[in-house]
């Protein structure tokens, strides 16, 4: 049942991949327990078509059943754990939970370094992924900031003192937020390059997306020189 489930997750035909997934689990349950490597793989795989078929409550809950067990199987610190870390904190960065995935992703990083080493290629993957997190809601806190710039200039003309107080306000709030997340990105996208550089180097795919990001975050912060530098390497790349 469980081979024919994947066989139908690979078809992309879901339904019959949920029906097949969750039989191998009710059986797996009863002969070999519910804590056993095969149930939390189907959990994984399961939670994976949910996924897919946009059901992410679902989803969230199969991958931290199956996270669970496999952390009473393994312990902290094993590749299937790193695996159910990186699906689940994908999945919040999908739902758009960005506090729930940060989290989730620095644990990743902490098992991949004590897995791998501090200076291996999957740790520059996570720690990227990390500083996304950051680099986003530092531009949504940034964009909103803009927004409520023009807004307050309009209010200025009309003399509403209060309300252009308010916005003021807001303003400044947004501004140290969105410097605060791209300081937390910075340091993460940084040690993520210096890994790629020496050990694989402008081979990796994740390159051109990574040199982009830091591109962008320089000027964001000022740093135009470094952006400049980021830029030069994009155009050695293509």
Do not use: C
């Amino acid at each position: 049942l469980y081979n024919l489930a994947v066989l139908y997750d690979d078809l992309l035909e879901y339904e019959k991949a949920i029906e097949n997934y969750e039989q191998s689990i009710q059986i797996w349950n009863i002969t070999i327990g519910p804590s056993h490597p095969y149930v939390a793989n189907a959990l994984n795989n399961l939670a994976n078509v949910y996924l897919a078929k946009g059901e992410m409550e679902v989803a969230e809950e199969l991958h931290n059943h199956s996270l669970a067990i496999r952390k009473m199987i393994y312990g902290k610190i094993h590749p299937e754990v790193a695996r159910s870390l990186i699906n689940l904190g994908a999945l919040y960065v999908k739902q758009d939970n960005y506090e729930k995935a940060k989290p989730v992703y620095s644990e990743a990083v902490v098992v991949a370094e004590k897995l791998f080493g501090p200076s291996h290629p999957q740790v520059a993957m996570l720690l990227y992924s990390l500083a996304n997190i950051y680099h986003i809601q530092g531009r949504m806190d940034r964009n909103e900031e803009q927004e409520l710039s023009i807004k307050k200039v309009g209010y200025t003309k009309t003399n509403a003192n209060e309300i252009v107080g308010d916005l003021s306000s807001q303003i400044n709030n947004l501004h140290q937020s969105s410097q605060d997340y791209f300081a937390k990105a910075l340091p993460l996208y940084e040690r993520a390059l210096e890994i790629l550089d020496n050990t694989i180097g402008n081979n990796h795919p994740a390159m051109t997306a990574m040199l982009t990001e830091l591109a962008l975050l320089y000027k964001s912060v000022g740093k135009t020189n470094k952006a400049e530098q980021m830029q030069v390497r994009l155009n050695q790349i293509h």
